[in-house]
DNA sequence: CAAAATCTGAGGTACGTCAATCAGATGTAT
DNA sequence: ATACATCTGATTGACGTACCTCAGATTTTG
């Protein structure tokens, strides 16, 4: 005997097809009774509906949209990537995923884009974005309409987002502390941290969990306040500058978000690339180059493969309106050394 | 327009339906002449063949087998647990898995169940083992069965594994090596080895990466060698006791496989808990609670729930004849430390 | 050139589910 | 009691593919 099938249980439950079907689907036009009874027999027989054969029924081709900013960054290159190879498999799952690039500086523009994704009948929305107001209010519209939000990257809790697939930022602050005050070792210098900007909430969140841990267990060590780069070399350069002739030398650096290029141009001008331990954000080409060449000590990430599987994943079952195997949705924070880097095919 | 379906083929290639079908399935009785036409339909089209649908045709209910030693040992018994989580899932794809625990002293018995395993008509095996003579053997005749093998945790390269899902052994011991380097920092005292054996190809492979990485990078620290405690806490107390009195104080541990509870016991007798850096594998309940309390300073470890998914995927495909997706089944090397220690769900 | 072998077409049933229809059955208000 | 609303049963045709049969066409072989 193979699995059940709806057969079974209308014959386990004494009803028709017809009925077990309406419960399944949560149709209406049946009483309270006889769906406990269905649900009863489901129960009984350990029933689970053949998604692939519901779906090729149901002949539904969902149209999904990925939304990242078009921002000038190399984890989100890879992450669209990513996302990119995926989803001409996601296809074999009959969900046709739309990948779109929104101006990173514009969330008004990223708001008009949703609501014509919403009037043009998308059935499920996953974006990387910061949680403004403007995003909240039109991510709130979304989710009116019956379409499911997925926040990647940066959660955004207060936009009724249906799930947040990405790593946990204080976590990730907390270990990258770890490393950096186990790697220091019985130095007890300064400690610089750096952003591009300290707008998005997983920077905040990371440098919370830094500054937990360095306060907690390595109390000798003094973290400076965070430099804002902006993204430009000249301005990292000059800030650094400022911080260094402030006071004592800078034992390790903490790189919150992108921008390790031009913290490698500016620690080679200053004789200092490979001196201080440094501890950085993301796998990416640049990142991996830095771990070979052995000025960056550690790169705090998350799977960009994962991720994209998992937003996909979660986005299907939004969409189906199925359960999520939450253990399987975790993304792992992973610590990327030299001596662990992926194979690079 | 959907996707193209087999009947779009059959129109495209000026054939019928049921000489695309004889092609798609490699059935015989098609000229070469036609089988070229129609993959060029298929080229042209863009036809990917819909599984689903392909499986639920079929009716194929295929059944595998998981072979896990059955020694006393808290990572095979979560691998053992994860398999069986995901079984039920896999139920789903029409898949019936078999959850198998062998002798892990016999091999004999392991090679008795795999013959009467493809005696009864199995579509596939998965099993975690180390590669000796019997064991190669016994494999060498379930391939030539037809039947595919896929190695686990420990890979198996001479006896035609099919696949291999897990960890790169020789990475995870250059990890654990710079990882202690980088601990011990300043210091450069004597690190110990802890093995329970070193029969598994996995510990010998550890072992051999940790040397390279202490060797090239760390030459002020001295390793000691291999100590084997067998599993029992009595002659890990008596070959540390051993080592210890020999000479100089022991600054890290790097534990290569099971045994960090006996380890627990005789560190803490002799008052070195929390003293000296120890680096251990897999996450047990053990391992975690060592973390927790901060003696165990960080964790090498392979992801159970990705080696279960990802072995019963592998499975699914090798038993479909289908092609792997190998970015998917990469198991990546996960470094734990206290900070990034997984919620407990 | 006929017989045999090989190739191809046409058509059907099945897989498990969805979605729709239509005909009864039961219950509820007037 | 009649009309009506609400529930339930029985049946059917998709969805995309597999696999089977039988008949007819084409090629190869003797």
Redo the contacts between chains.
Sequence with gaps: M??PTVTDIAREAGVSLATVDRVLNARPGVRDKTIAAVNDAIARLGY?R????A??AR?R?SRVAILLPDTQSQFVDTLHDAIGQEAT?A???RMQVELVRYPGANMHVLAAILSDLVAGGISGVALMAPETPVVRDALRSVNAAGVPVVAMVSDLPNSGAAHYVGIDGY??G??A???MG?????QTPRVMVIAQSMLLRDSIERRR?FDA?MLRDFPGIEVGQTLESHGAPEILQQVMREALSSSGPIGGIYLLGSGHRALAQVLSEMGLLGRVVTIGHELTPHTIAALQAGWL?AVIAQ?V?HLA?STLRVLQAKVDQQPI????E?L????I????L??T?
């Design positions: 193979g699995r689970v053949d998604m692939a054969a779906n090729l002949g081709n498999l296809s074999a799952a976590a990730a907390r270990t502390g770890l490393l186990r790697f220091l070792g019985a969990g841990v000590d799977n493969g599987r195997n939450e253990s399987q975790r792992r924070l992973e610590i050394l030299r001596e662990n992926p194979l095919p």
